[in-house]
Nanobody, 118 residues
Framework: QVQVAESGGGLVQAGGSLRLSCVASGHTFSSYAMGWFRQAPGKEREFVARISGSGGNTYYADSVKGRFTISRDNAKNTVYLQMNSLKPGDTAVYYC???????????WGQGTQVTVSS
């Protein structure tokens, strides 16, 4: 099972950008599709984006399409989430994990906090 550690969160003003990173353990990293999820206070965890094992296919939630970009570097066992044009509604703890379609299947890391001020 893939173990992950997220980083890169912080406080940013609306309209700003952040780049999140997720480093995964295991030598079969490229075999796993990976996804980003987020959980805002008082809300359920929700899907944000996913990327295939090769990196050739991506899929986004409608709420982030056109603003966020998921990518991966299999040589570094790392998945990224580039977040542009951030909105206060993007404020949440962001998590990554392995996925099947848009559903999580792996273990969760500690997450990384993203706070967008208006």
């Amino acid at each position: 099972q893939v173990q992950v550690a997220e980083s890169g969160g912080g406080l940013v003003q609306a309209g700003g950008s952040l780049r999140l990173s997720c480093v995964a353990s295991g030598h079969t990293f490229s075999s796993y599709a990976m996804g980003w999820f987020r959980q805002a206070p008082g809300k359920e965890r929700e899907f944000v984006a996913r990327i295939s094992g090769s990196g050739g296919n991506t899929y986004y939630a409608d709420s982030v399409k056109g603003r966020f970009t998921i990518s991966r570097d299999n040589a570094k066992n790392t998945v990224y989430l580039q977040m542009n044009s951030l909105k206060p509604g993007d404020t949440a703890v962001y998590y990554c994990t392995s996925v099947v379609a848009a559903s999580p299947r792996g273990s969760w890391g500690q997450g990384t906090q993203v706070t967008v001020s208006s």
